[in-house]
């Protein structure tokens, strides 16, 4: 991951997550991250990775609270466990299917084989959700369509399924712009820059429930509004498994 990335990462989870905390989906704070190999060379993708156990944490206090203080009392802004902001995080490099890749290229004309892509959505608990996409090595000067999509990445782009609505819309495939918009879904079209890299961002005034997402899908261009065709962005090119 370049550093240009990850000051961007950094700068949106500040903004996006506030003083509201933040916890991963997964793993549970009790489990301990095991060290993988990779292979030689290659850069494998990286989902929902946080720091942990850093040198100098001061151990929590087991002193009692001052009198007439109740011991579940939270300091000032502390968010009450499960309350807290999810985050997820893809970084990876494209690659053609394989079972367990994190980022995938249907078409290596388009979107080649090891360009590199970052995905973090938070997703706050008062109802606001905030997904950022990087890209690095893409085509120059190219306009791509992208949207967050239900299911996971396979060997083909329409495994993905559907795009996700916050609002399902009853008739399926959804061209209908009261359900295919950048305010029920998830809309991440963006255009390259003369070095292949761009950056996108969506915000939108819901969050995650147990019906999440799992991907998102780039598409040859960019997203159409009308109706009829709303939602429709081209071909299936690349899709990156995202844990929402």
């Given at each position: 991951m370049r550093s240009n990335t990850a000051?961007?990462?950094?700068?949106?989870?500040?903004?996006?997550?506030?003083?509201?905390?933040?916890?991963?989906?997964?793993?549970?704070?009790?489990?301990?991250?095991?060290?993988?190999?990779?292979?030689?060379?290659?850069?494998?993708?990286?989902?929902?990775?946080?720091?942990?156990?850093?040198?100098?944490?001061?151990?929590?206090?087991?002193?009692?609270?001052?009198?007439?203080?109740?011991?579940?009392?939270?300091?000032?802004?502390?968010?009450?466990?499960?309350?807290?902001?999810?985050?997820?995080?893809?970084?990876?490099?494209?690659?053609?299917?394989?079972?367990?890749?994190?980022?995938?290229?249907?078409?290596?004309?388009?979107?080649?084989?090891?360009?590199?892509?970052t995905a973090l959505s938070t997703s706050r608990p008062e109802g606001r959700t905030t997904v950022l996409l990087t890209a690095h090595g893409l085509l120059p000067n190219h306009r791509y369509g992208a949207h967050v999509h239900q299911k996971s990445c396979g060997a083909k782009g329409d495994d993905a399924g559907p795009h996700y609505q916050n609002t399902a819309d009853p008739v399926q495939p959804s061209v209908n712009p009261a359900y295919a918009n950048p305010r029920n879904e998830i809309w991440l079209d963006f255009a390259t820059d003369k070095d292949g890299n761009a950056?996108?961002?969506?915000?939108?005034?819901?969050?995650?429930?147990?019906?999440?997402?799992?991907?998102?899908?780039?598409?040859?261009?960019?997203?159409?509004t009308h109706a009829g065709h709303a939602g429709v962005a081209g071909d299936r090119l690349g899709c990156v498994n995202v844990d929402f």
């Open positions: 000051v961007t990462l950094l700068a949106i989870a500040v903004v996006t997550l506030g003083g509201s905390g933040w916890a991963l989906r997964e793993p549970s704070p009790s489990a301990q991250p095991t060290p993988s190999a990779e292979p030689s060379g290659a850069h494998r993708g990286h989902r929902g990775e946080t720091p942990s156990g850093a040198p100098g944490t001061a151990a929590p206090s087991t002193a009692a609270p001052p009198t007439g203080t109740p011991s579940n009392a939270l300091p000032s802004g502390a968010v009450p466990p499960g309350q807290a902001a999810q985050v997820a995080f893809t970084s990876a490099n494209f690659e053609k299917y394989q079972k367990n890749a994190d980022a995938i290229t249907y078409k290596p004309a388009l979107i080649p084989i090891g360009a590199d892509v950056t996108a961002a969506s915000t939108v005034g819901w969050k995650f429930t147990d019906r999440r997402p799992r991907s998102i899908v780039v598409h040859a261009e960019h997203t159409q």
